[in-house]
């Protein structure tokens, strides 16, 4: 953002219709909100202060830190990577650069999982394969006071992410995490499995936006030559570490529910659903072990 003519003397109201323009020019299509967020952080008061007094003066310093979130911004990357952190199901999860940002389609998964579950004060046993901020499993956690959780992810950096989110969020005494490849090495049964690996087909990864492919791990969105190679191993863990009554729920990327379901099949799982995201598009595949 361009600096004031009058340092100090600049309002919360010309600040804000400046990074608008700004933003609207770069053709950010979330402008107004990516807005608000970065004033709210960089001024230190939340976005109704800032929309209730728009003439407030905003500090030098605050000027300061806004002109270094604008750059970043501009530059292509997430609002949620500049400040560090991302909401999902209500909960705030910090993230690192070994964790994908969590997105609202991945609330499919959490809904459906709960809408599975017939009793919410039941004990169960929960296991989340890539568990990256720990998102999925401690939103079901914050949802479910009797479960308790294991969260496995290839990069310790990730666990080191999930670990703390637990502690923030005051569920680190019913969540554990840990390095592994998958499943491997784990024993069951678990009552639920649920999981959102990679799977963008790798010549697919340069098409993506710039905001995804250059900020987001490259370990969390490969998903292999056809997108799928995750979850030919999840598919077998889930065969083995399932309970005879549990269910497992693994995301999906667009168009690829025919071929999952296919993979899961050739597992020995059964499909017992198939969730759509708010956009109408097959988000979660719901599967449990053949009787």
Not at 257 to 282: K, N, R, Y
Request: hydrophobic share 40%; net charge negative; aromatic share 4%.
């Amino acid at each position: 953002m361009s600096a004031p003519a009058h340092p100090g003397a600049t309002t919360r109201g010309v600040v804000y219709r400046d990074l608008l323009e700004q933003f609207r020019s770069a053709e950010i299509l979330s402008a107004e909100l990516d807005a608000r967020l970065l004033m709210a952080a960089a001024t230190q008061v939340d976005e109704v202060a800032l929309i209730a007094d728009p003439d407030q003066l905003v500090e030098v310093r605050h000027l300061d830190v806004l002109r270094g979130y604008v750059r970043r911004r501009l530059s292509g990357e997430p609002v949620s990577r500049i400040l560090g952190h991302r909401e999902f199901w209500g909960l705030p999860f910090s993230l690192n650069r070994a964790t994908l940002d969590p997105r609202a389609d991945s609330e499919t998964l959490v809904e459906a999982v709960l809408a599975h579950v017939t009793g919410r004060n039941a004990s169960l046993q929960i296991l989340d394969l890539g568990t990256g901020t720990g998102c999925l499993l401690l939103a079901l956690l914050s949802e479910l006071p009797n479960a308790h959780g294991r969260g496995i992810d290839c990069s310790a950096d990730a666990v080191e992410a999930a670990a703390g989110n637990a502690l923030r969020l005051g569920l680190a005494d019913r969540a554990t995490f840990s390095v592994g490849d998958w499943g491997d090495g784990l024993e069951g049964p678990f009552d639920l499995l649920v999981s959102n690996p990679p799977y963008i087909p790798s010549a697919d990864i340069a098409g993506l936006s710039k905001e995804v492919r250059a900020h987001d791990p490259m370990a969390a969105l490969d998903g292999g030559d056809d997108g799928l190679t995750a979850y030919r191993h999840i598919a077998r863990d889930t065969q083995r570490l399932l309970g005879p009554d549990g269910a497992a729920y693994w995301e999906l990327g667009i168009g690829q529910s025919e071929d999952v379901s296919g993979i899961a099949s050739d597992a020995g799982l059964e499909v017992c659903g198939l969730h759509a995201d708010l956009g109408g598009v097959p988000r979660v595949l719901g599967v449990k072990r053949r009787i």
